[in-house]
């Protein structure tokens, strides 16, 4: 009726300007154009279209595709183990920790430009598409594209239809995609479908397990000659390998203290995402987070990385804590933080600022793991690995060595109320708590036969004073996996007598707990890198014992200390003392009341073995946890697998007037 209408409007006014006012209309010849024909809808092309570069911590897309590929090998421990080789065991992270949103002291931009586009990091305003057809096309097919989300200007471009199309498609809107494709000679046929991009707010929070202890994103440059520690016994010294491009003295007969020798070695010290909090690219959270990028290819991620080393639930994620390491990348240390505020507040600030542009901006999921520091696991730690007598008795009396009724008064007094605490703290900032998904602690040291490994000094002969005694660890070993991991399962599930409300029971991932179990710190195999197999030796005996020649030489086994490969693969999960020093070599000048006065006193020989991650995960061992997190998260979010897209025919329209921008790539709309 309406067309009809029309046409007779058209006509009369046609025959009105032929005749003019005051004349007899005179018939005139008009050809009225027939509506152009709907074109059919594409039974064999449909349309599909991703996020480019999905996980917003990476500013260049090249480094998401990179794990996109390596994703094919399947988990996301068998994508670290063919990455691993890839990098010759050097590790893949080494360059990509200079490519993130992240400043250099590891604090999270509001802004940051990702692929050219600066954009907002934490309440994105559009996301960077890419649009194909799929299926059945003659070569020489024309597509013309349509793109309209309701508010702005419609974009189209007309493209082969082997062409990709790129577009920034508006957050919170729906934009509906209509192609018709054209065969040379052909008719046109019309695809459809619909982008609607989720972006993910996903936090990490936690202590060192959390951040990715003893995975430094860029390995410290080991030196192929000696460097002289002193030990607390009279007189005591020893050698062991050094930091590549120190000028200093590195005997122990200079002057100590010597200022210029102090910033020198710290300029030279491993880089992690965040120094201060020794936050690393492989941490579990972050490897999760980014596995349901790369899944998910109508997914955003926007990872919020805020575990810190060290951190309590008091300290570390209610109050601030004191800097692991005053070294952010090529700056110099008094540019660093010499504190990190607590993580809560952070995540609260950061939320915050968010809803400042995006009102509804809500946080989507939450890793966690937290609880060891509280109950002083490292002086478990300590208990089991110092062996010498001056050593032990040094560090009782300083209070780094605890024993297991030590622990398990803590276990049953301050911290069932400080993770009651931390759950009213979540629950404003996350709403239900089956939004936090709680990863525990994996049992590091069980060997063989599902017993604790023995007593050895087989991966902690970097210092003298090392040792395993298979006893002590024993006994540690039952109380973490009777008692210790059961509680903290408890506390999170509210189980076992802790009482909360419905919505403040956590989801738990565990399930790597049963393949750490033949991962531990002993596990060896003759798949293991030829580096550990000649040169970790299991009767302790490394590195050489001789002043004179440990100078030059410190290794036993004759091989050069830069042949040790941090990120090989390996049967055990968990980094020895000699993996921590070889990988790290950590220098914790922040942590003010351990700060070594000389370089070559005997704290600073201890402190550098240990705090660069001893007994925590390795790379595989975290992607073995990001596995498992993995799992509870598709859960959590409820996530189906991807749908089919959408091939329809539109109503009958006339074709549009079509041109194209670049190179099949659709300018931005404007932004309100």
């Known amino acids: 009726m309406v067309l009809s209408k029309l046409r007779a409007g058209l006509v009369a006014g046609a025959l009105a300007i032929v005749a003019g006012p005051g004349v007899t209309p005179v018939l005139a010849q008009i050809s009225i154009l027939p509506p152009a024909p709907a074109p059919e809808a594409a039974a064999d092309v449909t349309v599909v279209w991703e996020v480019k570069n999905r996980f917003r911590l990476f500013r260049d897309e090249k480094d998401f595709r990179r794990h996109v590929a390596a994703s094919q090998a399947g988990s996301v421990l068998a994508a670290e183990q063919l990455m691993a080789r890839e990098s010759d065991g050097r590790g893949w992270a080494r360059d990509m920790v200079t490519r993130l949103c992240v400043d250099g002291a590891g604090r999270i931009t509001d802004t940051c430009t990702r692929d050219g586009a600066r954009e907002s990091y934490l309440a994105p305003a559009d996301h960077r598409v890419v649009v194909r057809t799929s299926g059945a096309l003659e070569p020489g097919s024309v597509c013309a594209w349509t793109f309209e989300d309701g508010e702005s200007a419609a974009q189209t471009a007309t493209l082969d239809c082997g062409e990709e199309v790129i577009l920034r498609a508006r957050y919170g809107l729906t934009t509906n995609v209509t192609v018709d494709v054209t065969p040379p000679g052909g008719t046109p046929k019309r695809a459809t479908t619909e982008i609607a991009v989720r972006d993910l707010l996903v936090a990490g929070l936690g202590d060192s397990i959390a951040s990715g202890e003893g995975n430094p994103d860029r390995p410290v440059a080991l030196a192929d000659d000696g460097f002289c520690f002193r030990t607390f016994a009279a007189g005591s010294e020893y050698f062991r390998p050094g930091r590549v491009g120190f000028k200093g003295d590195k005997s122990c007969e200079g002057a100590r203290g010597a200022a210029n020798d102090m910033s020198e070695w710290s300029r030279l010290s491993a880089r992690w995402m965040s120094s201060a909090c020794h936050r690393s690219l492989y941490s579990y959270q972050l490897r999760a987070a980014l596995a349901l990028a790369i899944e998910n290819p109508h997914l955003a991620v926007t990872f919020l990385p805020l575990a810190c080393t060290g951190a309590t639930i008091d300290v570390g994620l209610f109050g601030a804590q004191r800097a692991r390491e005053l070294t952010c990348g090529a700056n110099t240390s008094s540019t660093c933080p010499t504190s990190m505020p607590g993580q809560l507040g952070a995540l609260a600030d950061l939320l915050a600022r968010a809803k400042r542009t995006q009102p509804d901006r809500q946080i989507d999921l939450v890793y966690l793991t937290i ?21 032990r008795a040094l560090f009782r009396r300083a209070g780094i060595i605890a024993n297991i009724d030590d622990a398990r008064s803590a276990l049953q007094g301050d911290l069932p109320e400080d993770f009651a605490r931390l759950r009213a703290a979540l629950k404003p900032l996350v709403g239900r708590l089956d939004k936090v998904v709680y990863v525990p602690y994996a049992n590091p040291a069980i060997g063989e036969n599902g017993r604790a490994c023995p007593s050895s ?7 003298p004073a090392f040792g395993i005694d298979g006893a002590r660890l024993a006994r540690t070993i039952g109380f973490v996996q009777d008692t210790f991991l059961p509680r903290l399962k ?3 599930t509210c189980s076992d007598g802790v009482r909360c409300g419905d919505d403040e029971r956590m989801s738990v991932a565990d399930s790597h707990q049963e393949s750490f179990a033949e991962h531990g710190l002993c596990a060896r195999t003759d798949a293991d890198p030829d580096f550990d197999r000649a040169c970790f030796m299991r009767d302790g005996k490394s590195f050489t014992a001789s002043l004179i020649e440990g100078a030059t030489e410190p290794l036993a086994c004759g091989h050069a200390a830069s042949e040790f490969r941090p990120y ?3 049967a055990r999960w968990i980094r020895t003392a000699n993996d921590s020093y070889f990988a790290a070599m950590t220098f914790p000048e922040g942590v003010s009341s351990l700060r070594p006065s000389d370089l070559h006193d005997a704290t600073w020989g201890i402190l550098s073995a240990v705090y660069g991650g001893a007994v925590h995960p390795t790379a595989e061992g975290h992607a073995a946890m990001a596995d498992a997190a993995l799992a509870v998260s598709r859960s959590v ?6 749908q089919d897209v959408l091939s329809a025919p539109l109503p009958s329209l006339p074709l549009p007037a079509v041109g194209t921008q670049g190179i099949g790539e659709i300018a931005p709309p404007a932004i309100r």
């Open 371 to 391: 609880g060891a520091n509280d109950i002083n696991f490292s002086g478990l730690v300590a208990n089991v690995m110092i062996e010498a007598t001056a050593e």
């Open 457 to 463: 000094r087989d991966g902690f002969d970097v210092h």
């Open 490 to 492: 408890a506390l999170a």
């Open 568 to 570: 090989a693969s390996r």
């Open 637 to 642: 979010l409820r996530l189906a697998p991807a």
